[in-house]
């Protein structure tokens, strides 16, 4: 009962004429329980990024297996794009169209019909129902991270993966995505973040992987974890 299953995975980027080859991840095995609140904590340049990239299906993976919900994700990508959602740490958006706009073509991509769609709900729950219609441009960096945030759930995905969540982020926004992980994590999705701060994994997670040099050094529940350190 798994919701991530890793099996070791290594990337090697390859190297140019100016670039060594760099060995990003090196045999990472990782097993994240289903329903928890999963830490991916390491210094930058640990691997974190390369890791969530795989699993976005975004970085091709050099060795080794990845299982989401069982899906292996390079043998059925159209079913582990069903159940992942991946909130990148580039603010990339696209200019021109709305908040509300972005949820529906999501939607759309998702295949999910019109009378099914949660766009007014989903952009309630993450603070942007006053800027449901306003253009990228007059979106703050907050309000960009939110609307990522929202275009990742919006088929309801049984795992939300997010890549330094709260980097840059002021103190007042940082709380209230705190409080809307928790809350996806108390209705049963899992959540998976990548952080740098272990003050961050330590309010948040019950499970925390650290990740240093391309290798998972430890991986335990937060308390047994926090008493090896
Ligand atoms: P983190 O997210 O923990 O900061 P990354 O996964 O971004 O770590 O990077 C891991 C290592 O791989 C770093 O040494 C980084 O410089 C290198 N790296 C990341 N992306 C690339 C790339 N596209 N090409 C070459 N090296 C890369
Ligand atoms: P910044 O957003 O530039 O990190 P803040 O003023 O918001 O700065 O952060 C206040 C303090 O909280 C700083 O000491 C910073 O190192 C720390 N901090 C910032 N982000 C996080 C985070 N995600 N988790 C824990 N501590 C953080």
């Not at 890791?51 to 990508?77: E, Q, R, W």
């Not at 219609?133 to 990522?148: F, I, N, Q, V």
């Not at 002021?170 to 959540?191: C, F, H, I």
């Not at 998972?216 to 008493?227: F, I, T």
């Amino acid at each position: 009962a798994f919701a991530i299953e890793l099996e070791g995975l290594t990337k090697v980027y390859a190297g140019s004429r100016r670039m060594l080859p760099k060995r990003a991840l090196e045999g990472v095995d990782l097993k994240i329980p289903r329903g928890s609140f999963f830490a991916l904590l390491g210094p930058n340049g640990a691997g974190k990024s390369t890791l969530i990239n795989i699993l976005a299906g975004l970085v091709v993976k050099t060795s080794g297996t990845a299982h989401v919900f069982g899906v292996d994700i390079d043998a059925h990508p159209r079913r582990a794009r069903r159940v992942i959602g991946v909130v990148p740490q580039e603010l990339n958006l696209d200019a021109f169209f709305t908040p509300r706009e972005a949820l529906e073509m999501q939607a759309g991509l998702y295949g999910i019909p019109p009378a099914e769609r949660r766009t007014d709900e989903i952009l309630a729950a993450v603070g942007l129902s006053d800027k449901a219609d306003a253009y990228a441009r007059s979106l703050s960096g907050g309000m960009r991270r939110r609307l990522l945030v929202a275009k990742a759930l919006v088929h309801r995905p049984p795992v939300v993966i997010l890549d330094e969540p709260t980097a840059g982020v002021d103190v007042e926004l940082r709380r209230s995505l705190w409080a809307y992980m928790q809350e996806l994590n108390r209705e049963g999705v899992t959540v998976v973040l990548t952080t740098h701060y272990l003050e961050e994994a330590e309010q948040l997670c019950d499970w925390i992987a650290i990740i240093d040099k391309g290798h998972v050094v430890a991986c335990d529940r937060k308390e047994q974890l926090l008493r090896q350190l």
